[in-house]
Structure formats: C-alpha cells, structure tokens
C-alpha cells in the first residue's frame, strides 16, 4: 500500500465548529488531492496540491480550504462545518500529472 | 458540464461467469482513464488504465476496452471471484491539463454470487 495516512478516521463534530483533516505521505509525490464521497455523487474533488504552496480548487471547494507547506502533509479546513459536508473524506496522491492515484483510507465525518 | 457516467448502478453474476461493467463520459478531451475498485470501508484501489492511443490493454483477469468514437469505456473481468464484489469506478482525465485531477463516475457495484 502507498504510505499515505489520514487522520482522524472518524470525526462527530457540531454544526459552526472548525475541522481540520490530515493527510500525510511518505512517498515524496508531487501531487495531492483530497477528495469527498456521497452517495450518488461518486468521488468529488475538492481541492489538490501540485507541488508546497500551491493548490487550487476543484469542483466542490466552496467551504473548504486546504494548506500544504511541507511535501508530506495535506491539510483540510472547515473553519465552520455544516450538515451538508457530512461525508467520507479521501486524500490521495500522485506521483506524476496523469498518472494513476493512490487513495488513502478515508475520513469520516459526521457534522450534527 | 462534463460528466463520466456508469450505465448500471448494480450488477449481479455468478461467480466464474464473466463481467463487464459499462462507463461513458462526456469529454472528447479526455484522454487517460483509470478503473478503480473500493471495497466496503477502503479507499479505491487501482485497477487498470488505458490512454486514448490504446483501444484495448490487458492485465490479469482484466481488460479494458476504450471506444473513442462513442466514448464509451468498459471493464471486463473474467472468471468472476468473490473477492471481485465491490464497487467499481471509471475516471477520466485530459494529459494537457497537467494537474492530474479525476474526474469520477458514480460506480457500480458488482455482486458475485457462489
């Protein structure tokens, strides 16, 4: 398995709170993605990184932000979470641009 | 917008029976595509890709077809296990836009039945 962990894997939070979900890697790749999946939506990509520094928005960023200031750690924020991001929350990364992508093994969140 | 799509939510099949399980996309641009398999509670797992100068790419027990004309995008899998049940996404990208984002298709879950 590719050396990617998230954390937590499971998070009950209440409606306005702030959340803030981890990924780490020890593979060195360039690229990072987090990734959110509902039912009926497939896989959604919220944010991703290409290189320190520098990230850019996917389809469903609205109420998101992401940090990346070292290689190996990805970071989601919900600065005030709501129902609707209640989901299953998945890094994964990349060792090239167009290349296969190796998933983490999820976050779950439940926002009350 | 675009989109990348399965044709079955679900599909059933005896297990050694083979399967193929159908994904359209909308993007003419698209040209790198990927199989994703995720079983309950896991992350997806790589399957097997196809770039679009390929109509055709084998790996073992899978082989998926890409038809450009139709964009149409399939994955088959012979002699059906049990250990096959899961969910199975297709997902698209361009070369050109070098950033690597996917897009997903919404799954289908293959069933196999002793």
């Known amino acids: 398995d590719a050396g990617i962990t998230q954390s937590p894997r499971h998070k009950v939070t209440e409606t306005g709170t702030p959340v803030t979900l981890r990924c780490h890697q020890t593979?060195?790749?360039?690229?990072m993605y987090w990734y959110r999946q509902d039912p009926g939506h497939g896989l959604r990509l919220i944010h991703y990184?290409?290189?320190?520094?520098?990230?850019d928005k996917g389809e469903v960023s609205d109420g998101y932000s992401v940090s990346r200031s070292k290689t190996e750690d990805f970071l989601l924020t919900l600065e005030s979470a709501t129902s609707s991001q209640t989901s299953v929350y998945f890094c994964?990364?990349?060792?090239?641009?167009?290349?296969?992508?190796?998933f983490g093994e999820g976050s779950r969140l439940t926002v009350l | 917008g675009e989109s990348v799509g399965l044709h079955l939510p679900t599909l059933s099949v005896q297990e050694g029976d083979n399967s193929i399980i159908n994904c359209a996309y909308s993007?003419?641009?698209?040209?790198?595509f990927i199989w994703y398999k995720q079983e309950s509670g896991k992350g997806p797992q790589f399957i097997i890709d196809?770039?679009?100068?390929?109509d055709k790419r084998q790996g073992q027990r899978v082989t998926v077809l890409l038809n450009k004309t139709v964009k149409h995008l399939s994955l088959q899998i012979a002699a059906t296990q049990p250990g096959d049940s899961a969910v199975y996404f297709c997902?698209?990208?361009?070369?050109?836009?070098?950033?690597?984002?996917?897009?997903f298709g919404q799954g289908t879950t293959l069933q196999v039945k002793p």
């Open positions: 993007n003419s641009a698209s040209d790198y």
């Open positions: 593979e060195n790749h360039r690229y």
């Open positions: 196809i770039r679009s100068n390929m």
């Open positions: 997902a698209e990208t361009e070369d050109s836009s070098n950033t690597g984002k996917l897009i």
């Open positions: 994964a990364i990349s060792g090239k641009a167009n290349g296969e992508l190796f």
């Open positions: 990184s290409y290189g320190v520094k520098d990230t």
